[in-house]
């Protein structure tokens, strides 16, 4: 059975240019009992806040100055590999696919519904349950 991740506790970094966005999402995360919110409007700060912080997902725009989102989920994945889920943001659905490819776990079209997002911020904080846990497996006899 999967764990899910204590909300108030789970640690989530928005990553977008505009201001407005980020409070957007800050107020949807916190009405939905997320409370570990940390932002940023510099992609190129994501991997040193990610380091520091380790967070358990991310909430990424794709299309912003300086570093796009894409750029950021490669370095993020040179880093990290998979253990980060990263949720991405985009006013382009038709970078869907290119996003995913470039290490996105699912995907999010602005301007979006804020039920659906606090649905797949909560699908995605879902971990499977460690082999160490739960019921041992039965021993085989012959």
């Known amino acids: 059975m999967p764990e899910t991740i204590d909300p108030s506790g789970a640690r989530i970094l928005i990553v977008d240019d505009q201001p407005w966005n980020v409070r957007l999402l800050e107020h949807t995360l916190r009405r939905g009992g997320y409370f570990e919110i940390a932002s940023t409007n510099d992609p190129r700060a994501v991997a040193a806040m990610h380091l520091e912080n380790r967070y358990e997902l991310i909430l990424l725009d794709l299309q912003m100055p300086g570093m796009s ?4 989920m490669r370095q ?13 943001i985009s006013a382009d659905p038709s970078q869907m696919v290119t996003a995913l490819e470039a290490g996105g776990n699912s995907f999010l079209s602005k301007p ?7 649905a797949r911020v909560g699908l995605m904080l879902k971990k499977p349950a460690s082999p160490d846990q739960g019921e041992p497996a039965p021993l085989e006899t012959t």
């Open 112 to 118: 979006f519904v804020l039920s659906e997002v606090l």
């Open 76 to 88: 993020l994945r040179e880093m990290e590999g998979d253990r980060v889920p990263i949720l991405v």
């Open 69 to 72: 989102g894409i750029e950021v």
